[in-house]
């Protein structure tokens, strides 16, 4: 299993981007996909998931800026983020979760991809 975050870039203050979460070896689609973010110095936390029925959650400090979605087709999940702040420069994270509920707890994830970098300028 293999999952791939990317998308990500350096940009300025209210800036949007999409990041793309990728796989091989395993179907997105039949598991819960959790996006998950780690500054420098700080732990890994989770910001949003989306479950196998298209359930979502966010972690409050994202709520109404990012949003999570599922390209069946092609496989992917992504993570619209959309007016950055520089609180938001981290190396981001998906993960797949066996079960198909959603949750922001690191511990409910079994598959973990590489990470992207998002650097926010102010």
């Known amino acids: 299993v293999q999952l791939q975050a990317s998308g990500g870039g350096s940009v300025q203050t209210e800036d949007s981007l999409r990041l793309s979460c990728g796989a091989s070896?395993?179907?997105?689609?039949?598991?819960?996909v959790g996006w998950f973010r780690q500054a420098p110095g700080k732990e890994r936390e989770g910001i949003s998931c989306?479950?196998?029925?298209?359930?979502?959650s966010y972690r409050d400090s994202v709520k109404g800026r990012f949003t999570v979605s599922r390209d069946t087709a092609k496989n992917i999940v992504y993570l619209q983020m959309n007016n950055l702040k520089p609180e938001d420069t981290a190396t981001y994270y998906c993960?797949?979760?066996?079960?198909?509920?959603?949750?922001?707890?690191?511990?409910?994830?079994?598959?973990w991809g590489q990470g992207t970098q998002v650097t926010v300028s102010s």
């Open positions: 989306i479950s196998t029925s298209k359930f979502t």
């Open positions: 070896g395993i179907k997105l689609n039949n598991g819960a």
């Open positions: 993960a797949v979760a066996s079960p198909g509920v959603c949750g922001l707890r690191r511990p409910m994830y079994d598959h």
